[in-house]
Nanobody, 115 residues
């Protein structure tokens, strides 16, 4: 069973940066989209950024220009570089990977941004 293992979350001051990583426990071939979602307390989970197999990216409006999603297909890994963080970016961040037949989610990593 494939698991997605996330790392890189933590506590940071406003204006700081964090880099999240998410690696599949087994090398997976033919991963289509990879993505990061987040969920703040009391809110619904929302898409933060997606990246297609060919590298096409899409971002939540509020993170455009501050966050960058990237992927390493050889390592079945997706990254999220987060700069100029604000307290509104606080939440649990989840990675997601789609293959043709299945969707996989990470267990979540907490990001807390202090004012």
């Amino acid at each position: 069973q494939v698991q997605l293992v996330e790392s890189g979350g933590g506590l940071v001051q406003a204006g700081g940066s964090l880099r999240l990583s998410c690696a599949a426990s087994l090398r997976m071939f033919s991963i289509n989209d990879m993505a990061w979602y987040r969920q703040a307390a009391g809110n619904q989970r929302e898409m933060v950024a997606t990246i297609s197999r060919s590298g096409t990216t899409n971002y939540l409006d509020s993170v455009k220009g501050r966050f960058t999603i990237s992927r390493d297909n050889a390592k079945s890994t997706v990254y999220l570089q987060m700069n100029s963080l604000t307290p509104e970016d606080t939440g649990a961040y989840y990675c997601k990977m789609d293959t043709r037949y299945e969707v996989f989610w990470g267990q979540g990593t907490q990001v807390t941004v202090s004012a």
